[in-house]
């Protein structure tokens, strides 16, 4: 089952913060965050299983609510660099494949 | 970069013709991935491997199949093509931290 990302998109001025929700149907085992530029292939920035971790990667940051069944990718200082399509992926079981949501579009201008 | 290539890398062929993407990753690498990647619809699993000769379908199998005989190289087939299979294909291995690597995609254009 697809999880359901939000918000679609979202534009950010440099300097401002910005949640990504990442929200299934069906209880969660790990939930993946990849970020695409334009033309690029995804690249992988964190995973977080159940127990209700929290992970960081530069000035983003994770969080997965196993009770909500849903995850939060925290975005704080955004840089330009940070432009691009994020995507949750989720298991439901281990050794499953990833389902993907269909991407936050993000963009960071000057 | 988990030395992930693959070719070719844009391709243009006709409707009912049959196609082979080819995916090839230097990481010995047991898992391994072939994704579509459409406007709207993020990335959709076609077929995986966990192994040599071992493979399962994924979400959007149908008109694909895949084969694996090496460790190194995962072939994805469009048994015959149309024009609904338009798309940017992306290969994927998996690491050891669970983390999954894609290769520079392919992006197939069925007239």
């Known amino acids: 089952q697809q999880p359901v990302q939000s918000p679609q998109a979202v534009i950010l001025r440099e300097g401002e913060d910005a949640v990504i929700n990442c929200s299934s149907s069906k209880a969660l085992y790990s939930v993946h965050w990849y970020r695409q530029k334009h033309g690029e292939a995804p690249v992988f920035l964190m995973i977080?299983?159940?127990?209700?971790e929290q992970k960081g990667h530069e000035k983003i940051s994770a969080s997965f609510n196993e009770k909500k069944q849903q995850s939060s990718l925290y975005l704080t200082a955004s840089q330009l660099s940070y432009s691009g399509t994020y995507f949750c992926g989720t298991e439901n079981s281990g050794n499953t494949p990833l389902v993907f949501g269909k991407g936050t579009r993000l963009s960071v201008i000057a | 970069d988990a030395g992930i290539t693959q070719s070719p890398r844009h391709k243009v062929t006709e409707t009912g013709t049959p196609v082979t993407l080819r995916c090839h990753q230097t990481e010995n690498h047991r898992y391994m991935y072939w994704y579509r990647q459409d406007p709207g619809h993020g990335l959709r699993l076609i077929h995986y491997?966990?192994?040599?000769?071992?493979?399962d379908k994924g979400e959007v199998s149908d008109g694909y199949s895949v084969s694996r005989s090496k460790t190194e190289d995962f072939l994805l087939t469009l048994e015959s093509a149309t024009s609904s299979q338009t798309s940017v294909y992306f290969c994927?291995?998996?690491?050891?931290?669970?983390?999954?690597?894609f290769g520079p995609g392919t992006r197939l254009t069925v007239t």
């Open positions: 994927a291995t998996l690491g050891g931290a669970y983390e999954q690597y």
């Open positions: 491997s966990y192994g040599v000769k071992d493979t």
């Open positions: 977080l299983l159940k127990g209700g």
